[in-house]
């Protein structure tokens, strides 16, 4: 009796082990296409020259990055501008954004990010020397938050930057970009790429199948120490 009570429960674990579901590590990643939003030729607004348009890769994240008269458009603000930027996607747990500014003093506040979906939002300040620098290395060359960087001749460069916004329960309706007091020398800000992705972890989870076959395992289980008390009893 006890070899068979061990058999069934272990079949139904066994059967339990193969009606799994995998959850995929990185479900997708969406390029977020900025051409309505770009307002300025990145290397007429910095000087900066042979910037990249199209997609783009950097630190293994891709990022299509639009053009704007003859060249690389980014989305400039100054003075205390803000720009939302809609985005409209759901299973979304993280948000890659190239951030820059022209000039930048190392401690100021050049602005912030705010991310909004799932009825809640994330404010980011935008901090010389944590999560955005000058293109250059004029002014300030520190960022200690940077997850990718990509230089360019000239020595002029664009970063990228990883926001975790899992707190927006899967969705992403549109991110915020304001300036605050974006003037030289602390730092006018620019975006010129957004990339939106999920990095969820993997996990094992039964099928309703299996729930009940586990759950016929436990009964015939259950069902064989009755019998066997009874058994006893007599």
């Not at 939003?37 to 783009?56: A, I, W």
């Not at 800000?189 to 990339?195: K, S």
Request: proline fraction near 3%; glycine fraction near 14%.
């Amino acid at each position: 009796m006890r070899t068979l009570l061990g058999a069934v429960v272990a079949t139904a674990f066994a059967t339990a082990t193969l009606a799994t579901v995998t959850l995929p590590t990185t479900a997708h990643a969406a390029t977020v296409d900025l051409s309505t939003y770009v307002n300025s030729n990145v290397s007429t607004y910095t000087s900066g020259e042979d910037y990249p348009s199209g997609l783009v890769t950097i630190g293994g994240v891709d990022f299509d990055i639009a053009t704007f008269g003859g060249g690389t458009g980014v989305i400039q603000l100054g003075g205390n501008d803000s720009l939302d930027i809609a985005i409209g996607q759901s299973g979304v747990d993280t948000v890659y954004l190239i951030v820059n500014s022209s000039w930048g003093q190392f401690g100021a506040t050049n602005g912030s990010l705010t991310f909004h979906g799932g009825g809640a939002d994330i404010v980011v300040p935008l901090v010389q020397g944590v999560n955005i620098r000058d293109h250059w290395t004029a002014y300030n060359g520190v960022a200690s938050d940077i997850f990718a960087t990509a230089g360019y001749p000239g020595g002029n460069r664009f970063d990228v930057y990883r926001y975790d916004v899992s707190g927006l329960a899967g969705v992403l309706d549109s991110v915020t970009f304001t300036a605050t007091n974006a003037f030289n020398p602390q730092g006018a800000p620019f975006i010129a790429g957004i990339t939106a992705s999920f990095e969820g972890q993997t996990g094992a989870i039964p099928e309703p199948a299996t729930w009940a076959l586990m759950i016929g395992g436990f009964g015939l289980a259950g069902g064989a120490l009755r019998r066997r008390a009874a058994a006893a009893a007599a």
